[in-house]
């Protein structure tokens, strides 16, 4: 919790205002401050309280997945599955744009008319982006899951569920495609961390991936 409170400070003291990352995300120009090395270095290793997710988390969210423009996975060897916008209120409405961990689960299309491998198809650890971009400078807003898993079939159109428990960091601007590339890998290792403790794992049995889609 020091580290955490220690980075919140330091992100709080080289942003360019001292407003929340909430209402920085209701900003037309939707900017965000630049990752920085003191940023970087700040990072802490786990996040979340041990004893398990507090509020606003357990957050679910569930829809089709969505094309994004593509880049997650040949830009940034980081493939993501977009949530259709109508799924996002459940967690735009009550937390800040960022970077959250949870588990999430591909299910297969209801109407049959796509298969999906049974190893596939089983519950894992996720990172997701929501927020606007800054690095691509996009114009919606947008969640971008990144499930920690090698997938043998391509997942669009399936159902996607997710289960947010908890946040990583703010959304930064970047000065280069590679230090991006960099801070998602210490995101992705920061929410198997945190993920590994029994609070949190016991949600990838949560009845929302039990339940048949
Ligand atoms: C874990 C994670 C963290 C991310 N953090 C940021 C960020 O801080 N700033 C940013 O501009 N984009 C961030 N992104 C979003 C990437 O820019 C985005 O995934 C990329 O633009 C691919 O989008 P596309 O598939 O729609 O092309 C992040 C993505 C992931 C998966």
Redesign the pocket.
């Known amino acids: 919790m020091i580290l955490q409170d220690l980075y919140s400070t330091i992100w709080r003291l080289f942003s360019s205002s001292p407003e929340t990352a909430a209402q920085a995300a209701l900003h037309d120009d939707h900017t965000?401050p630049v990752q920085n090395e003191v940023l970087r270095k700040a990072r802490p290793q786990i996040v979340g309280p041990d004893s398990g997710p507090e509020a606003p988390f357990p957050i679910e969210l569930s829809g089709a997945v969505q094309r994004?423009?593509?880049?997650?996975?040949k830009?940034?060897g980081?493939p993501?599955a977009?949530l259709p916008d109508e799924s996002l209120p459940p967690i735009s409405s009550v937390a800040r744009t960022g970077?959250y961990y949870g588990f999430a689960q591909v299910s297969a299309r209801k109407d049959g008319s796509k298969l999906l491998p049974d190893e596939d198809a089983k519950v894992m650890p996720m990172?997701?982006?929501l927020?606007w971009?800054?690095?691509?400078k996009?114009e919606r807003l947008?969640a971008?899951v990144?499930i920690m898993h090698d997938f043998k079939s391509d997942f669009y159109g399936h159902d996607l569920k997710v289960i947010v428990l908890g946040y990583i960091r703010p959304?930064?601007?970047?000065v280069s495609r590679e230090a991006?590339i960099q801070?998602?890998q210490t995101?992705?290792k920061v929410a198997l961390n945190s993920l590994a403790r029994p609070a949190y794992e016991k949600f990838k049995s949560d009845p929302l991936f039990i339940r048949s889609p």
Do not use: K, Q, W
């Open positions: 965000a994004g423009f593509g880049r997650g996975g830009d940034l980081c993501t977009n970077v990172v997701m982006s927020g971009n800054p690095f691509y996009n947008t971008e990144h959304e930064l601007d970047y991006l801070d998602i995101d992705i």
